[in-house]
Every structure is written in C-alpha cells, then in structure tokens.
C-alpha cells in the first residue's frame, strides 16, 4: 500500500491571485488530469482495487457489458457523440457475484460536483463545458442502462482514494455495502 501511495504524482501548484478569473489549472496540472484520464492503470483504479483484494473480493476488469444503443440522452441537454457508442459500457471494476460495478472517476473529467478539483478551464470555456457536461449525460446513461439490467453502479471518486484517510472511510464504505 505505501510502495503504491508512494508513486503518487503529487498535486501540482494550483494558481490563485494574480490571474484570478482565468485558467486556474496550471499546464502541469492540466497535463496531470489529462494523463490519469488517458492511462488505462490509473492510480485510483488502482488503490481501489488494492483494497478490494484485500477485502477478499474477486473482480474483473475491462468488462464490456452490452447494453441497449440509443442515439441520444432523453434529458441531456448535450447531444452524445453517437449515443452509447458500440452498445456497452466499461466499467472499471465489475463484482460479477454482486452484480455490482464500479466507476472510479476523475473529478475534473466527470464534474465532481462542489469537489475542489472540478475547475473549467476559462479558455475555451463553452467547448470545455459542453465537453465535460457531455461527460456527465453519458455516465448518466450508463448507469441507466446497467441499472435497467440489475447490476448496481458505484461511483468512486479520485479524490476520495487520494489521503489514506478517506481511502480507509471508503473502503469500508464499500465493504458494507457489499456485505464483507
Ligand atoms: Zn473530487
């Protein structure tokens, strides 16, 4: 657990005062939250299934789950590139024998609501929104689809596997839930 802990990139320096109103991400921070939304392992993912294991869960990973294509979010006011594009969804983590899936999402990709890392970029800001929001409507869908099908969806944020502290609230969180 430490060795894993210890490889964690820390937080780059967040830029307040003097260009207060713009981009607040520096680049470094940016290119950070770009290379955990692009690394297939990313370091949450991984925390999580740390402890699962050692919870004494088995788990699959890069699961596609069929599920209905639509061509569009009835309620999002975002049109989805192609709906749910090939007609599944790939969980992070699937609990077969709990039908039970988990999502670890990054906070700025998928608008981790009051979350400090959930900035807009003000450059570019209608595209990076519609983009982001767009995000959203599409782990909305998701999570209706898999609901419609049985399996339950859980949504494990990065920042919460981020402090050894609510890494441990989490995972017993997930424990109950799951009934360990
Ligand atoms: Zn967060």
Not at 43 to 54: A, Q
Not at 127 to 153: C, F, I, M, T, Y
Request: aromatic content about 8%.
């Amino acid at each position: 657990m430490r060795r894993i802990l210890g490889t964690q990139p820390a937080h780059a320096p967040r830029v307040y005062g003097a260009r207060r109103g713009r981009d607040r991400l520096t680049k470094d921070r940016r290119s950070w939250n770009m290379s955990r939304i692009r690394g297939k392992d990313t370091t949450p993912e991984k925390r999580v299934r740390s402890f699962l294991h050692r919870l004494g869960f088995r788990y699959r990973l890069n699961v596609k789950i069929p599920i209905a294509k639509r061509t569009s979010h009835p309620t999002s006011p975002v049109p989805l590139r192609g709906g749910v594009r090939g007609g599944f969804v790939r969980p992070d983590i699937v609990l077969a024998k709990h039908k039970t899936v988990i999502f670890v999402h990054g906070c700025f990709w998928h608008r981790h609501r009051g979350c400090k890392n959930c900035t807009t970029p003000t450059h570019r800001r209608a595209w990076w929104l519609k983009k982001l929001e767009g995000n959203v409507a599409r782990d909305k869908l998701h999570q209706r689809a898999l609901r419609k099908l049985g399996w339950r969806s859980v949504i494990v944020w990065e920042c919460q596997t981020e402090k050894p502290k609510t890494l441990e609230q989490l995972s017993r969180k997930l424990a109950k839930l799951l009934g360990a």
